[in-house]
């Protein structure tokens, strides 16, 4: 069965940097593109960033500069570094993995398949 499972999350004040975790069991992250979204009360998913198979990171507008993502493929984990939280910026954090192997990213949330049950990141101010 494939898990994701996230973690890393937690209340700070506005400033703050937080490092996400994404750990995966049943499918190799290392052959798949994994992304992070985000969705607060009220509010539509967001795409947060993404990272290919290879490695290659992007990111949304929103966060480009204070958001970082990477992986380490020997834990099989997909990190996601949040520096300079807003309060803005609180939300239910997910990470997702593509639904086909190799893949190079996406920010469709329709490309994902398999979704963790998040982690909450509170900032504020």
């Known amino acids: 069965q494939v898990q994701l499972v996230e973690s890393g999350g937690g209340l700070v004040q506005a400033g703050a940097s937080l490092r996400l975790s994404c750990a995966a069991s049943?499918?190799?992250?290392?052959?798949?593109?994994v992304g992070w979204f985000r969705q607060a009360p009220g509010k539509e998913r967001e795409w947060v960033a993404a990272i290919s198979w290879t490695g290659i990171g992007s990111a949304a507008d929103s966060v480009k500069g204070r958001f970082s993502i990477s992986k380490d493929n020997d834990k099989n984990t997909v990190y996601l570094q949040v520096d300079n939280l807003k309060p803005g910026d609180t939300a239910v954090y997910y990470c997702?993995?593509?639904?086909?192997?190799?893949?190079?990213?996406?920010?469709?949330?329709?490309?994902?398949?398999?979704w963790g049950q998040g982690t909450q990141v509170t900032v504020s101010s």
């Open positions: 049943g499918r190799a992250l290392s052959r798949f593109a």
């Open positions: 997702a993995a593509h639904s086909r192997r190799f893949s190079s990213g996406s920010s469709n949330a329709d490309d994902y398949d398999k």
